[in-house]
């Protein structure tokens, strides 16, 4: 297992801005793809956003033209450019990784290694 770490949460208000981080925290082997996920209480964890090793990205419809998922790649570093956020926005926020091809990548089982979450909650 290759634990992932977030940073980056926190709390704001309605049309903040926030920007999250995810590095792995060892030696990682060939990663394909990246995300983003969330969990709001009561909620099953849901996509977010997806970036593959080639760039090529994919988000959920509510925060398309709002989010945008990026990678360094010579570090590993994920990041998610949170913009103008809204009170349903507010979950924990995971980010994953996963050393397999797929066919796409907004599902939850497509991914391997798992960071701890980081809180965002956004006020009204």
């Known amino acids: 297992q290759v634990p992932l770490v977030e940073s980056g949460g926190g709390l704001v208000q309605a049309g903040d801005s926030l920007r999250l981080s995810c590095r792995p925290s060892g030696r990682t082997s060939t990663l394909y793809a990246w995300a983003w996920f969330s969990q709001a209480p009561g909620k099953e964890r849901e996509f977010v956003a997806s970036?593959?090793?080639?760039?090529?990205?994919d988000y959920a419809d509510s925060v398309k033209r709002r989010f945008t998922i990026s990678r360094v790649s010579a570090d590993n570093t994920l990041y998610l450019q949170m913009n103008s956020l809204k009170p349903e926005d507010t979950a924990v926020y995971y980010c994953a990784a996963t050393e397999y091809l797929s066919s796409r990548y907004d599902h939850a089982s497509v991914y391997d290694f798992w960071g701890q979450g980081t809180q965002v909650t956004v006020s009204s």
């Open positions: 970036i593959t090793y080639s760039g090529s990205t």
